[in-house]
């Protein structure tokens, strides 16, 4: 069984605090930036692929009765 996943805000505020720390390093820690940047790119490609899926299902609750499908305004609500 695989632990399961971190609230997307959360992910988005690690990736916020590793930009900023990388920003910020004067490069003393090569190994430490490397190790920072990985994660980086691994919570990054993790939050696209989350988004990928959550459009989908948006997607797929979008289609009407005949199998095409409506194109809504998320945020203006029509």
């Known amino acids: 069984m695989t632990?399961?996943?971190p609230?997307?805000?959360?992910?988005?505020?690690?990736?916020?605090?590793?930009?900023?720390?990388l920003?910020?390093?004067?490069?003393?820690?090569?190994?430490?930036?490397?190790?920072?940047?990985?994660e980086g790119v691994a919570r990054l490609r993790?939050?696209?692929e989350r988004l990928s899926e959550a459009e989908a299902r948006v997607r797929k609750v979008l289609e009407?009765?005949?199998?095409s499908l409506r194109?809504?305004?998320l945020e203006g609500g029509k």
């Open 23 to 38: 920003e910020s390093d004067d490069g003393a820690d090569l190994d430490a930036a490397l190790g920072l940047f990985e």
């Open 64 to 67: 009407d009765a005949e199998g």
């Open 3 to 5: 632990d399961p996943l």
């Open 46 to 48: 993790s939050a696209r």
């Open 7 to 21: 609230p997307l805000a959360d992910e988005l505020r690690r990736l916020e605090e590793i930009v900023r720390r």
């Open 71 to 73: 194109m809504v305004d």
